[in-house]
């Protein structure tokens, strides 16, 4: 499995990179919106894992942006990850196109569970 992060924090990556290689999935990691779609124009993906909040493009707009596509890279699985916890975010999040959400801290049974009903809603299987 090839998973793209697009995350502004270094230490939130390297934690998520760790999990995801005990599930031997691979991580390419993006430090901004921009930098993750620019990934996505070269790359395919299995999964994309996206936070809310980064300098320049925030998170719902870059999930617009990668829904808007008329490829398939336009219907990759997106999981939000973030630490934002407004009443109407998870409703903000699935609008905008993303799969599913999930908190800050991440903790591994978690992003695992959330990739899993991603993954098996996009008949893509399970992982972990």
Not at 98 to 104: G, H, L, M, S
């Amino acid at each position: 499995m090839n998973v793209l992060f697009i995350e502004d924090d270094r230490m939130n990556r390297r934690v998520v990179r760790d999990m995801l290689n005990v599930a031997g999935a691979d991580m390419i990691e993006a430090e901004s919106a921009e930098e993750g779609l620019r990934l996505l124009d070269g790359q395919d993906f299995d999964m994309l894992l996206v936070d809310l909040r980064m300098p320049g493009m925030d998170g719902i707009t870059a999930i617009r942006h990668i829904r808007a596509r008329p490829d398939q890279k336009g219907r990759v699985p997106i999981i939000v990850v973030t630490a934002d916890t407004a009443v109407d975010l998870r409703e903000r999040c699935l609008a905008a196109g993303a799969d599913d959400v999930i908190f800050k801290p991440v903790a591994m049974d978690n992003l695992f569970d959330a990739m899993g009903r991603v993954l098996a809603a996009n008949e893509g299987g399970m992982i972990g």
